[in-house]
């Protein structure tokens, strides 16, 4: 989804940056973009969000480019993996689907804030799952250490996103800064996600994937809404599934616990 995401960006020529902890990848996604767009503005950095040091890093680096930043796509994730964690100490779901992109987009919300205008905000993307509808926070055991279950931690990583997304939503608006943050659910999407599905679960899935799961390019079009769409200018705060707004869980919405987990996690990244 992440190439979809890029290679429509690329076509609307908008200078795009792939930022991944898969260099080969990256530099085969840049080069395929270039050649059919015929050397379209994109180009690829490295970026590892389980490691909050890469992160430091590169957006040290991004910002010794001298960018604007104008759309910030949250999209790198991991799912329903062993129970592993960062070199920091993070359960893997959390730290680097929750804890990279909260990190990230701290450090680069002053590129974001002065690149966006009046009538012609800056854009943040987050990528979060119609799991987190059956996601608990338990703030005292965000790294599942009392009883760890892959569903449980993605789950949870997916409805941290959200309380994320609403709170830096609401203080932006406070603070009268032209910068949108909306979170999107891309649906079932056939893509490497699922590769840590039980073998069973692999081969039950084969049979039926066309039928019930969408193309990247499919899931990424709502993604793409978000960062593109006219229609969304200046609106933040909004939960999108197939390009329409949806209500997300209560518990996203619950202000209280956003704060909290808020507070948490600058702690836990080291932010003040």
């Known amino acids: 989804m992440g190439y979809e995401v890029s290679r429509h960006l690329a076509s609307l020529d908008m200078h795009v940056v792939i930022a991944g902890n898969e260099e080969q990848e990256g530099l085969a996604a840049v080069k395929k973009i270039q050649e059919e767009f015929n050397q379209g503005k994109v180009e690829f950095m490295y970026l590892d969000l389980a490691s909050l040091t890469s992160v430091r890093n590169f957006v040290q680096r991004y910002k010794a480019k001298g960018l604007p930043l104008h759309v910030l796509v949250n999209n790198a994730g991991v799912m329903l993996v062993p129970e592993r964690r960062t070199e920091d100490g993070f359960e893997l779901h959390f730290g680097l689907n929750y804890l990279g992109h909260f990190l990230l987009t701290n450090l680069l919300l002053d ?11 800056s854009r943040i993307v987050v990528m979060s799952s119609a799991t987190h509808y059956g996601g608990r926070l338990t703030l005292d055991d965000l790294q599942g250490r009392m009883c760890y279950s892959a569903h449980g ?12 997304s609403y709170h830096l939503q609401d203080q932006l608006w406070v603070r009268g800064d032209s910068v949108t943050i909306n979170a999107v659910d891309p649906g079932m999407v056939d893509t490497a996600l699922y590769d840590n599905l039980s073998s069973p679960a692999q081969l039950a899935k084969k049979p039926f994937a066309k039928l019930l ?5 499919e899931g990424a079009s709502t993604a793409i809404y978000a960062a593109a769409a006219s229609e969304l200018e200046g609106i933040g705060g909004l939960y999108l599934y197939n390009g329409r707004k949806t209500e997300s869980s209560a518990l996203s919405r619950d202000q209280r616990l956003q704060s909290k987990l808020w507070k948490v996690s600058c702690t836990l990244v080291g932010l003040q």
């Open 111 to 121: 590129v974001l804030k002065k690149s966006g205008k009046p009538g012609k905000c």
């Open 153 to 164: 931690a993605y789950a949870q990583s997916k409805l941290a996103l959200l309380l994320f």
């Open 213 to 217: 799961f969408r193309t990247p390019a």
